[in-house]
């Protein structure tokens, strides 16, 4: 497989913490949903992008116990973003999934 993060995908990611695993994610949502409106191409990156590091954080040792919530946030993400939105996300419902990881990086929680 070819990464983007090529970096983050040989080890450093795992060297994140949760909570800072899940900002950068949803870092790549959030330039998912405004690229989508104004870029195809670049909505798509974003995507691929997210479903990579979220990957990478699905295959950490040390989120083992929240496989269960990654695998279904990875399926909800896949179906809002490429699918036909089965499960009716938002815009809104994902800045509000992530807003909190994102606070608490930037308040080094």
């Not at 870029?39 to 997210?50: G, P, S, T």
Request: charge should be positive; glycine fraction near 2%; aromatic fraction near 16%.
């Amino acid at each position: 497989m070819t990464y983007q993060h090529k970096e983050l995908s040989q080890g450093r990611w795992m060297r994140f913490s949760f909570i800072e695993q899940m900002a950068n994610i949803g870092s790549e949502v959030e330039r998912a949903i405004v690229w989508r409106e104004k870029n195809e191409d670049y909505a798509k990156k974003a995507f691929v992008r997210q479903l990579e590091l979220l990957d990478l954080t699905i295959a950490d040792p040390k989120n083992c116990l929240r496989l269960k919530e990654l695998t279904r946030l990875r399926e909800v993400l896949v179906d809002y973003f490429a699918f036909d939105n089965q499960y009716r996300s938002s815009h809104k419902l994902w800045r509000s999934y992530f807003y909190p990881f994102n606070f608490a990086v930037r308040k080094g929680l």
